[in-house]
């Protein structure tokens, strides 16, 4: 069955950096349209960063220039470079795969950002 793992989350400084990953099994991950969505306290899961099989990747207003997404074909892994963080960037982070509307979730890492 289809896997995602992340890691990567933790508790972090204001104007730190994290980087998350997420290892995928179970599909065949240069096919797939990669994604990090971002859930906090209260609110709605929400997109944070994507990356197509072809490498094509958007973000979120929130994050550009700050956060980086890439993929590794070869580990079937997904990253995201944070820097700069914000306390406004505290969230459950989830990584997401699709391919042809079929959808997978990990479990979520928690990032956490003091001011």
């Known amino acids: 069955q289809v896997q995602l793992v992340e890691s990567g989350g933790g508790l972090v400084q204001a104007g730190g950096s994290l980087r998350l990953s997420c290892a995928a099994s179970?599909?065949?991950?240069?096919?797939?349209?990669m994604g990090w969505y971002r859930q906090a306290p209260g609110k709605q899961r929400e997109p944070v960063a994507l990356i197509t099989s072809g490498g094509n990747t958007r973000y979120t207003d929130a994050v550009k220039g700050r956060f980086t997404i890439s993929r590794d074909n070869a580990r079937s892994t997904v990253y995201l470079q944070m820097n700069s963080l914000k306390p406004e960037d505290t969230a459950l982070y989830y990584c997401?795969?699709?391919?042809?509307?079929?959808?997978?979730w990990g479990q979520g890492t928690q990032v956490t950002v003091s001011s």
């Open positions: 179970g599909i065949r991950f240069s096919i797939n349209t």
């Open positions: 997401n795969r699709e391919y042809l509307g079929a959808r997978d």
